[in-house]
């Protein structure tokens, strides 16, 4: 049971122009979202998080909305940077904050 | 600070046979987590620990299992190995309050089993 789902493996965009990752969950008992990079051959590492009592956070070149109706999260990069090609991936927790719900992943590509 | 430290980082099992993933962190975290990642797939979580001594099942803990006799080690434990548990794992730590800074990951442990 997908709770959390990314629904573009992948994108590609031009240095400089707005990034934008999706993702959609199903399980309306979350309350925390979070979004994570991820390398070749090296581990998630945090990227910026969201409780479910906002609708927007923003960290330097990195904002995520919240749309809790429509149950859709998005992360927004601006300016893209070459630098910012990896894997992105959408995680959401809730109720018991140990088992927290991770998507599949969109491949960011930013283009020099 | 190493952060979370997973060996081997790639490893390959035959059918049945039997070995330990390691994992070790220095930030004192009291959470621990392991997680599998398969091809296409988001990260699923296997067991986790909120402190030594106390461990519990995840969303795939089945052919699995976990000790934790200290803060730092969180050892994942695979008996009978099937070619179902070729994946990528990782292993992950946090502080309380996690929310707000995530998970910190080890950089994951390869494995194939034929």
């Known amino acids: 049971d997908q709770q959390v789902k990314q629904n573009s493996p992948s994108l590609s965009v031009q240095e400089g122009r707005i990034s934008i990752l999706n993702c959609d969950y199903t399980?309306?008992?979350?309350?925390?979202f979070l979004w994570y990079k991820k390398y070749p051959a090296e581990g998630p590492t945090f990227l910026i998080s969201?409780?479910?009592?906002?609708d927007k956070n923003e960290d330097g070149r990195f904002t995520v909305f919240l749309n809790k109706s429509a149950k859709h999260l998005s992360l927004h990069i601006v300016p893209s940077q070459p630098g910012d090609s990896a894997v992105y991936f959408c995680a959401a927790s809730g109720g018991n904050n140990n088992d927290m719900r991770f998507g599949a992943g969109t491949r960011l590509t930013v283009k020099p | 600070n190493a952060g979370v430290t997973q060996t081997p980082k790639f490893r390959i099992l035959k059918i049945g046979q039997s070995m330990t993933l390691q994992c070790t962190q220095d930030?004192?975290?009291?959470?621990m987590y392991w997680y599998r990642q398969d091809p296409g797939m988001g990260l699923k979580l296997i067991y986790y620990s909120v402190g030594a001594g106390i461990t519990d099942k995840g969303e795939v803990p089945n052919g699995y299992n976990v000790s934790r006799s200290t803060t730092e080690d969180f050892p994942l434990r695979l008996e009978l190995a099937a070619p179902s548990q070729t994946s990528v794992y990782f292993c992950a730590s946090s502080m309380q309050g996690w929310a707000n800074y995530g998970y910190t990951f080890g950089s994951g442990t390869r494995l194939t089993v034929v």
């Open positions: 930030m004192n975290h009291n959470y």
């Open positions: 969201i409780s479910s009592i906002k």
């Open positions: 399980n309306s008992m979350f309350d925390y």
